[in-house]
């Protein structure tokens, strides 16, 4: 079965395949290799959750350890970069799991209001990320798996160490808080 890339690698499958064979053979310069290739799309799953450089350089670079150690559990079914992206994100959940202070006793929320229409609409997703970049940490973690990985509160809940319902509070305090923030933008329409 080929192996499924979302990009194009030179000389396709069969050189990703060796790629994973050395490493697989622990081959200083497979590894390498491997290491360039998918280094800027795994850095952009760990940045959705760590904001500042060094840390995400870190929990990245862990990750790509974790994979060359595991490697030869890669199976060659289905996309080889699904596969280490699932890696990467364990790293990226143990590192938060580490290095975020959760307040056990959360109040929940009533139920979130949606934002005017109009706001939204007038929004860039650029504009979006940013605010979401903005939340604060626990809150913006939880938000990210949930609306942009599409992890359930179950699964994020385990994967962090929280509770299902501290995951649902944090998901609906980053909903209010990109409320707020795009309400204040006055995106008004004018007509």
């Known amino acids: 079965m080929p192996v499924a890339l979302a990009y194009t690698v030179p000389g ?6 060796e ?9 200083r310069s497979a590894q390498e290799k491997m290491y360039k290739l998918f280094y800027p799309r795994m850095m952009t799953v760990v940045r959705r959750y760590i904001d500042h450089e060094n ?24 996309s080889f970069e699904g596969w280490l992206r ?20 959360i109040m929940l929320v009533e139920k979130d209001q949606y934002v005017h229409k109009d706001h939204a609409d007038k929004l860039y997703y650029d504009q979006l990320l940013l605010l ?14 949930y609306v942009m ?9 385990k994967m962090l160490g929280i509770s299902e319902g501290t995951s649902k509070w ?17 995106l008004h329409i004018k007509q």
């Open 55 to 78: 840390q995400a350089e870190e929990v990245l670079n862990n990750g790509f350890l974790r994979a060359f150690q595991k490697v030869e559990q890669y199976t060659f079914q289905g």
């Open 19 to 27: 790629l994973i064979h050395g490493c697989i053979r622990n081959e």
């Open 170 to 186: 944090h998901l609906s305090e980053g909903r209010r808080v990109l409320k707020d923030k795009i309400e204040r933008m006055q």
């Open 12 to 17: 396709q499958t069969t050189e990703l395949q």
């Open 86 to 105: 699932k890696i990467v994100f364990h790293s990226v959940s143990d590192y938060v799991k580490q290095n975020m202070q959760y307040n056990e006793k």
């Open 149 to 157: 990985d599409g992890y359930s509160h179950r699964e994020i809940g």
């Open 132 to 145: 979401v970049d903005g939340l604060p940490g626990a809150t913006k973690v939880v938000f990210n798996m």
